[in-house]
């Protein structure tokens, strides 16, 4: 696990030995949590300071694959991602302050998986392949009660936008936008393509892109002309100023 300062063009090692992989912020940035391997059947989800002070701290021990998606802006879950004996992946959360046990959020014998939590706490949207073809599926959360399927073709890796009120998915080749109304019950509009020929370097967990919290830019991961290889992390400036011209929101 590295961070990279972008004011000072700086990258930082935080990890030394074994696998480590999605890394999560803390709400306050002063952590991250993440997938640690040492040995085999000793997955954990590790935490670090991400300053680099301090020791990586074991805290959870996992008995399977699994990856973190994200954690709820109140700091009170770890969103997982869990491979299942069908490999297949089904999606549970992991409470910070009492981690226990892993509770079950979706354990189907379909696939879930790359889940994305509203930064209001209200909403996990997520992937599946319950209709044949992968689809981005909404649920309350943490009840799991309500479904409402947000993509008509096809979907993949969801991510919200900082004011929980647009959901962004990949499809075909673009990125989709879709604008969601919560002021009574959950209603969403439909997909409108906001970016086309958008192609993220495909990675093992599937986050390949992201929303920055302030809502400015996305990040996303490219492959180099004729090299997979990544090298670079590109920026998307203006991103959200554009998005606001081509579907007419003044919000």
């Given amino acids: 696990i590295w961070v990279y300062d972008i004011a000072r063009n700086n990258l930082s090692r935080l990890t030394f030995g074994g696998v480590n992989r999605t890394p999560v912020w803390s709400p306050d940035g002063k952590r991250l949590a993440y997938f640690s ?3 085999r059947g000793e997955e954990s989800v590790a935490m670090i300071r991400s300053d680099g002070s301090g020791e990586e701290e074991i805290f959870f021990r996992v008995k399977h694959r699994f990856y973190i998606d994200g954690w709820t802006r109140d700091g009170r879950y770890l969103i997982l991602d869990l491979s299942t004996p ?5 999606i549970g959360y992991l409470p910070v302050d009492n981690p226990k046990e892993i509770i079950n959020f979706l354990d189907t014998r379909n696939d879930e998986f790359v889940s994305s939590v509203s930064p209001n706490g209200r909403w996990i949207a997520y992937g599946s392949n319950e ?7 909404v649920r309350n959360f943490p009840e799991g009660s309500g479904k409402w399927q947000i993509s008509n073709a096809e979907g993949y890796e969801a991510r919200w936008a900082p004011d ?9 080749g673009g990125l989709m936008v879709v604008e969601i109304d919560t002021a009574g019950t959950f209603s969403a509009g439909p997909p409108k393509t906001v970016l086309s020929g958008i192609n993220p370097l495909p990675v093992e967990s599937g ?4 929303v920055t919290p302030d809502g400015r830019s996305i990040v996303t991961t490219i492959s180099s002309t004729g090299d997979e ?3 670079d992390i590109q920026l998307v400036l203006n991103f959200f100023s554009d998005l606001k011209q081509k579907t007419g929101n003044t919000n």
Avoid: A, E, P, W
């Fill in 131 to 137: 209709t044949g073809v992968y689809q981005i599926f």
């Fill in 229 to 231: 290889s990544l090298d």
């Fill in 86 to 90: 069908r490999n297949s992946s089904d």
């Fill in 164 to 172: 929980s009120r647009r959901l962004y998915f990949l499809s075909g």
């Fill in 37 to 39: 391997y040492k040995t």
């Fill in 207 to 210: 986050h390949s892109y992201d």
